[in-house]
């Protein structure tokens, strides 16, 4: 069984620009999670998706944004970027998010550097 | 609010040697999961245990083992004779019940070396 997977691996922007990365969950998963892994700053939670509705939001500011598809596949946009935004970014899948009971499985990541 | 502390930073073992990674976590809720994750050198962060607020029994998984103590609120983690392929950063994480709640707090995370 394929886990999740993320593209691209690597992304090199400058600062102002869009950064848009994918995530596809595992098949049959309808819960796709992002997270942040800043340098300094550990694992953060950005946001959740539950069939095809944004369910949470952690404390990021609204440049961060994205949306989920109805294969259940994700989309992360960040605008303006700027140069903090450079981290890791793990995507997440589980199946269906009724609470935490569900086990979160993670993907390779997308590192972005800002530059 | 709920937290997670792993006041371990850095450990450095040599192989073969047993090694306990320790975490303290706060919540309000009484039900609540609690979960390590291994992170390697690639990135992926791979799942490692979950365990319920209602079941305190600790797991034993090959080397690996966990110690769940709601009296503490610490969920430790022991690795025995460990060996290098074990080198990666461990978190440990929890997560609440309810609806928008399914998102997974991570503690810090702890660095394991470990020393053919």
């Known amino acids: 069984e394929a886990g999740v997977t993320q593209s691209p691996t690597h992304l090199i922007k400058t600062r102002g620009q869009q950064a848009t990365l994918r995530c596809s969950p595992i098949?049959?998963?309808?819960?796709v999670y992002w997270y942040q892994q800043a340098l300094g700053l550990g694992l953060q939670f950005l946001l959740w998706?539950?069939?095809?509705?944004?369910?949470n939001r952690g404390n990021f500011p609204p440049r961060f944004s994205g949306r989920q598809f109805p294969n259940y596949s994700s989309e992360l946009n960040v605008n303006a970027l700027e140069l903090e935004d450079s981290a890791l970014y793990l995507c997440?899948?589980?199946?269906?998010?009724?609470?935490?009971?569900?086990?979160?499985?993670f993907g390779p990541g997308t590192r972005l550097l800002v530059l | 609010a709920q937290k997670v502390t792993q006041a371990q930073t850095e450990i450095s073992v040599v192989e073969k040697e047993d090694v306990t990674l320790d975490c303290v976590y706060e919540?309000?809720?009484?039900?609540?999961?609690l979960f390590w994750y291994k992170q390697p050198p690639s990135g992926e962060l791979v799942f490692l245990i979950r365990?319920?607020?209602?079941?305190?029994q600790n797991e034993i998984s090959g080397r690996y083992s966990w110690n769940f103590q709601k009296s503490t609120s610490s969920f430790n983690f022991t690795i025995t004779a460990s060996q290098v392929v074990d080198s990666a950063v461990y978190f440990c994480?929890?997560?609440?019940?309810?609806?928008?709640?399914?998102?997974?707090?991570f503690g810090k995370g702890i660095t394991l070396s470990v020393r053919p």
């Open positions: 997440a899948s589980s199946l269906v998010g009724s609470g935490g009971q569900e086990t979160q499985y």
């Open positions: 098949s049959g998963h309808t819960s």
């Open positions: 998706y539950d069939e095809g509705e944004e369910r």
């Open positions: 919540t309000r809720d009484t039900t609540y999961y």
């Open positions: 365990r319920n607020s209602f079941d305190e």
């Open positions: 994480a929890l997560s609440e019940e309810g609806g928008a709640n399914s998102k997974l707090t």
